[in-house]
């Protein structure tokens, strides 16, 4: 059978190398419970129980590149301070090339400090954030330290991204520098521009990426439809001598308007929108992944509108692998089957929940020859939280614990027959005699068992008192088992042969 064409252009895209010039930001997240005024003032008290510090800015572009498994360089600036040295770590642990983000002892680092606050059972919400940054220009010995490396790796490069947060490392005579070093060894430079009325700064870039109201600031024209998107992108290409401009219009898509009068509209599919943080960064980071791997730029902008719809679907700015994006593409899979993750994605999307407050649950078994017992606990576990992951033993492992004859049912069509069933979240298949390395990843608030076990003697029972997991046994339903229905069956076969 024939991949779609969308898919089919996903799965040309290669490894594309991309440098991202920009505003590189830190993070940082404490969370905790906001239950009260505080005496002293009317302000709320949070009870600090967390802390995350994540990538921002253009350093959340790269980021997101190497999700989409790009080879990335940034190139930028960080002050002489542990948010620097913190940053470049985070950076580094990712995959990043740092060389090329330079320390200015004369700056702190850019720092966005956000607190979140829980209030019972409704999602956290961010209560506060304090801005740490120096936005004036950076100084000319940096513009020709930055451009003195770029120009050294040029030919290294399939694409160039700049990140304009107008925190000052994104001057005029750097991206003029920049631009035309791009132009004369026919290297394609994207630009997520700063907000503000002049755009002058980005003349010659191959693409300029503005959502509605940049657009509306940087062309005078109102944005009320998206015909009028198309007014303001073609101004803009004019103006500013651009190949193409994409105006991204939230609810309504993206539209492609390029220099020579043409224009297109990519209507955006209806999603429940959690945070719309980190949308336009997912937006760039997709368009340089597939432009730089040669992908034409109409399938280009239909991937990175995917891609968008998936972000905001996350609490926060979260990373969207390759794997989430192919899964979202592939229309051959029934919606249920999308529930089926990997233990590598499992970790991730367990985080995900936590930071929306969600109760994740967690139940395993081998599920051979689905039966209403195992629907009646599942249910149960499943009333116990936001999330139920069920862990799947794999036909290797079934059959280490049941015998040669088992499973009667193949993994593949067990796990698809679990996440068919609307009180079941996610199915992960593991091949190890006991979910333990699973449970440690996925880190769950209920951990369920049914049957008659000691607490102390389940499998991942530390993990949970680690970190104050709770364990939950439940009752299995009576006269329902696989091996009884087994036996059922054998027992009516032989009396219709013997029948016969």
């Not at 657009?215 to 009028?228: F, H, I, N, P, Y």
């Not at 103006?239 to 043409?262: C, E, H, K, P, Y």
Request: with cysteine; glycine share 8%.
């Amino acid at each position: 059978m024939s991949l779609p064409p969308l898919l089919q252009a996903f799965k040309s895209m290669h490894s594309a190398k991309v440098l991202v010039l920009g505003d590189m930001i830190l993070d940082r997240y404490t969370y905790g419970n906001a239950q009260r005024i505080s005496q002293e003032s009317p302000v709320i008290v949070l009870h600090a129980d967390d802390q995350e510090l994540r990538l921002g800015g253009a350093a959340n572009v790269c980021n997101m590149l190497r999700g989409l498994d790009c080879h990335v360089v940034a190139a930028g600036v960080h002050g002489r301070d542990e948010s620097g040295t913190q940053m470049v770590e985070l950076a580094q642990q990712s995959g990043i090339d740092t060389r090329l983000i330079a320390c200015d002892a004369s700056r702190p680092t850019t720092l966005k400090e956000r607190f979140v606050g829980r209030a019972g059972s409704r999602h956290p919400s961010q209560i506060l954030r304090v801005d740490h940054e120096k936005t004036d220009a950076i100084g000319e010995w940096l513009v020709e330290k930055i451009y003195a490396g770029i120009e050294n790796q040029i030919e290294d490069f399939d694409v160039i991204l700049i990140s304009d947060y107008a925190k000052g490392v994104c001057t005029p005579k750097l991206l003029k520098l920049v631009i035309e070093l791009a132009q004369q060894h026919n290297i394609p430079t994207l630009v997520d521009p700063m907000r503000g009325h002049d755009y002058e700064r980005y003349r010659g870039a191959t693409l300029l990426k503005a959502n509605r109201i940049e657009t509306e600031l940087a062309s005078g024209v109102s944005l009320k439809t998206v015909a009028d998107a198309s007014v303001a992108g073609s101004q803009l290409c004019q103006q500013l001598d651009l190949q193409d401009v994409i105006v991204t219009l939230d609810r309504d898509g993206m539209a492609l308007v390029s220099r020579d009068g043409t224009s297109s509209h990519f209507p955006t599919q209806a999603r429940s929108v959690y945070d719309i943080t980190g949308a336009g960064d997912m937006v760039l980071a997709m368009l340089g992944a597939c432009l730089g791997s040669g992908l034409d730029r109409e399938n280009s902008v239909r991937l990175a509108n995917v891609a968008a719809g998936l972000e905001v679907e996350k609490s926060g700015v979260a990373v969207i692998p390759l794997a989430e994006i192919e899964a979202e593409l592939r229309t051959d899979l029934l919606p249920g089957q999308k529930k089926i993750v990997t233990h590598q994605q499992i970790a991730a999307i367990a985080e995900e929940h936590r930071r929306r407050g969600e109760k994740i649950v967690f139940t395993n078994g081998c599920f051979d020859l689905l039966h209403f017992g195992h629907v009646s606990n599942l249910t149960e576990s499943s009333n116990m939280g936001e999330v139920l992951i069920v862990g799947l033993n794999s036909d290797d492992s079934v059959s280490k614990l049941k015998g040669p004859t088992r499973p009667v049912i193949s993994e593949t069509e067990r796990s698809s027959m679990l996440a068919a069933l609307s009180c079941v979240d996610y199915v992960v298949v593991f091949g190890e005699d006991t979910p333990y390395d699973l449970i440690k990843a996925i880190r769950p608030d209920i951990l369920v068992k049914g049957g008659h076990y000691v607490p102390e003697e389940i499998p991942g029972y530390d993990i949970l008192q680690e970190y104050g997991g709770e364990i939950r046994l439940i009752d299995i339903v009576g006269g329902f088992s696989t091996t009884d229905i087994i036996q059922k069956v054998a027992a009516n076969e032989t009396i219709r042969r013997t029948a016969a």
